[in-house]
């Protein structure tokens, strides 16, 4: 009985809390129809801002409907108010390396790269656990127009760097060896 009661109270608070965010939303105004965001992991533009849901468009052109209490339960960033952009580098870390050390020497890193912003801080998690390494997703901030070029480079850097100081690298495999041919 009491998973019914439990059922029937979460099916009118869920609405009603969304409905009371989507009225802040309106009242204190953390973005505009267009504007560019990222909130909980997802990333695109606000297309449509309802009472209960909000609608982004994301970078690929497919739309999500995300419940307006995310944009106070997570952290929001508005990348159109402060022009910034998240870059999504990955790295394998091999088990022998001290985990700490490793975090400790990815932000030295990006404390000296003066492309990478100190706020909102980087984000370092670990996104899939293999056999013989850790693959880490390091996430740092940088201005939108230093993007295409930290994009295109900074991943290369930081595993050099983390060469220098005898962290052990699991290198990116090619998906087809030398000596596999295809039909």
Same mark, same amino acid.
């Given at each position: 009985?009491?998973?019914?009661?439990?059922?029937?109270?979460?099916?009118?608070?869920?609405?009603?809390?969304?409905?009371?965010?989507?009225?802040?939303?309106?009242?204190?105004?953390?973005?505009?129809?267009?504007?560019?965001?990222?909130?909980?992991?997802?990333?695109?533009?606000?297309?449509k801002?309802?009472?209960?849901?909000?609608?982004?468009?994301?970078i690929?052109?497919?739309?999500?409907?995300?419940?307006?209490?995310i944009?106070? $339960?997570?952290?929001?960033?508005? &990348? !159109?108010? /402060?022009?910034?952009?998240? %870059? =999504?580098?990955?790295?394998?870390?091999?088990?022998?390396?001290?985990?700490?050390?490793?975090?400790?020497?990815?932000?030295?890193?990006?404390?000296?790269?003066?492309?990478?912003l100190?706020?909102?801080?980087?984000?370092?998690?670990v996104?899939?656990? $293999?056999?013989?390494?850790?693959e &880490? !997703?390091? /996430?740092?901030?940088?201005? %939108? =127009?230093?993007?295409?070029?930290?994009?295109?480079?900074?991943?290369?850097?930081?595993?050099?760097?983390?060469?220098?100081?005898?962290?052990?690298?699991?290198?990116?495999?090619?998906?087809?060896?030398?000596?596999?041919m295809l039909?």
């Open positions: 009985m009491s998973s019914i009661s439990h059922n029937i109270q979460n099916s009118l608070l869920n609405p009603l809390s969304n409905i009371g965010s989507g009225l802040l939303l309106r009242v204190f105004k953390p973005f505009r129809i267009g504007d560019f965001i990222e909130v909980d992991g997802k990333v695109g533009s606000i297309e801002s309802g009472f209960q849901k909000t609608t982004i468009k994301r690929d052109g497919t739309e999500t409907k995300v419940n307006n209490t944009f106070y $339960k997570r952290e929001l960033h508005n &990348l !159109s108010a /402060k022009n910034i952009i998240s %870059l =999504d580098l990955t790295i394998g870390v091999s088990y022998q390396s001290n985990m700490t050390k490793v975090k400790d020497e990815i932000m030295n890193f990006f404390t000296q790269n003066h492309q990478v100190n706020s909102p801080k980087a984000k370092i998690q996104s899939k656990i $293999k056999n013989d390494f850790v &880490l !997703s390091v /996430k740092p901030w940088c201005l %939108l =127009d230093n993007f295409l070029e930290l994009d295109a480079k900074l991943e290369a850097q930081l595993v050099q760097y983390l060469l220098s100081k005898n962290v052990v690298i699991e290198h990116k495999q090619p998906v087809f060896g030398t000596n596999k039909a």
